[in-house]
Nanobody, 117 residues
Framework: QVQLVESGGGLVQPGGSLRLSCAASGSFFSIYTMGWYRQAPGKQRELVATINSGGFTNYADSVKGRFTISRDNAKNTVHLQMNSLKPEDTAVYTC???????????WGQGTQVTVSS
């Protein structure tokens, strides 16, 4: 069992930056592919970025070059550095832990990010 707690959301002006963090409890954090997803009002949840156990990353086209996902296995945390934020980045951002071989899949509660002037 893995519990995920996000932090770092808030209100920011267009062009600004935010850093989201996700703290994981439980064992074997390093084996999980960690991801950030987001859901804007009236839209489906979408992938933002993932980082696997080997450190390989994947990004949605809409955030490439602006967002960076990273993980610290010693601290059981994953971060999402978001730069050059746009109003269309406004959404609830949720952390995910996934281990495909055993079909483990865990979600956090989400944190609100609002980009507005």
């Amino acid at each position: 069992q893995v519990q995920l707690v996000e932090s770092g959301g808030g209100l920011v002006q267009p062009g600004g930056s935010l850093r989201l963090s996700c703290a994981a409890s439980g064992s074997f954090f390093s084996i999980y592919t960690m991801g950030w997803y987001r859901q804007a009002p009236g839209k489906q949840r979408e992938l933002v970025a993932t980082i696997n156990s080997g450190g390989f990353t994947n990004y949605a086209d809409s955030v490439k070059g602006r967002f960076t996902i990273s993980r610290d296995n010693a601290k059981n945390t994953v971060h999402l550095q978001m730069n050059s934020l746009k109003p269309e980045d406004t959404a609830v951002y949720t952390c995910n832990a996934h281990y495909a071989p055993l079909a483990y899949n865990y979600w956090g509660q989400g944190t609100q990010v609002t980009v507005s002037s």
